[in-house]
């Protein structure tokens, strides 16, 4: 355990070469050598080492009762690969059809495909997938800080107070957040002018709609 603890992070970089590796083997098995079948062993291997990775972030908080930047970052990669990974895997596939069947002088694309691609050319399309995205992201944001505040402050009992009153956004008194360690407070603030850009952002599709 001593040896995971230590090396948590080479581990996980080491999963994630080998979560990519399996994508683009994925792709080529299926559609460079037509080996349909085969292929899905790679996808179950990607699948096996995201399991792998939220185990390795169990693990380590077991051993050491501590929330710590690393078990956060594994939660994102988690939560992505759940969400808004899978339709970047249907693109990623997609890419590697248009790819390989340029290459063979095939069409690997289905009637599907194309007509997903056309619609996502759509602006009205696009707006509203970008509000989707923009909702989920919010919720994702809410649920979070609200289980960050709870393991920091307790209960729900002094929420009121921190909403009101952002004056702690920013301070270097760890004391005066809701944060219960530094670790949390920073990317905590981080990942709120990330939100706060992307939601701006995506919103401007709606706001701002790009002309059909």
Known sequence: MNFIVQYQWEIFIVAEILSLACLLLFGGV??????????????FLFLFLLILEAGLAFLIYNETGEISTFQIVITIFVIYACTFGINDFKKLDRWMRIKVGKWRGVDLLTEKDKAIMKKQQDPKYIAKINRYSAIAHLLIFVIVQTGFWLYGLGDFTHFSEYITDFSWIGTEDLEKTPYPNETLYRISMLWGLIFIVDFIWSMSYTIFPAKG
């Open 30 to 43: 299926r559609y460079l050598f037509g080996k349909r079948k085969h292929s899905l062993f790679f996808l």
